[in-house]
Nanobody, 124 residues
Framework: QLQLVESGGGLVQPGGSLRLSCVAS????????IGWFRQAPGKEREGVSC????????NYADFVKGRFTISTDNVKNTVFLQMNSLKSDDTGVYYC?????????????????WGQGTQVTVSS
């Protein structure tokens, strides 16, 4: 059974950092791209970053470029999202999702499997 479990969310002050983890089970990241998405209250889900299978490619939304870094540990079958210089606008539920493709995109319709999400709150 294919499963994704996110962790690492929490409450952080503006300017702070968090590292999110997405642990995949039931499949190998060698053949799947992983995307991170977020959804704030009253807003649509939006793509944040993604990494292709075996790290073939990475993409970032303009609003996180230079602040967020996506990486993968294929041994642990885990994808990380390092988030630095966090802003209040980064608040939301962060989801990871998987798609069986080498190269990734930030459209949520491209992904077939989703985790339950982890809450990130940036507030003083």
């Amino acid at each position: 059974q294919l499963q994704l479990v996110e962790s690492g969310g929490g409450l952080v002050q503006p300017g702070g950092s968090l590292r999110l983890s997405c642990v995949a089970s039931g499949f190998t990241l060698d053949y799947y791209a992983i995307g991170w998405f977020r959804q704030a209250p009253g807003k649509e889900r939006e793509g944040v970053s993604c990494i292709g299978s075996r790290g073939a490619s990475t993409n970032y939304a303009d609003f996180v470029k230079g602040r967020f870094t996506i990486s993968t540990d294929n041994v642990k079958n885990t994808v990380f999202l390092q988030m630095n210089s966090l802003k209040s606008d980064d608040t939301g539920v962060y989801y990871c999702a998987a798609a069986r493709t080498a190269f990734c995109g930030l459209g949520f319709m491209d992904y077939d499997y989703w985790g339950q999400g982890t809450q990130v709150t940036v507030s003083s």
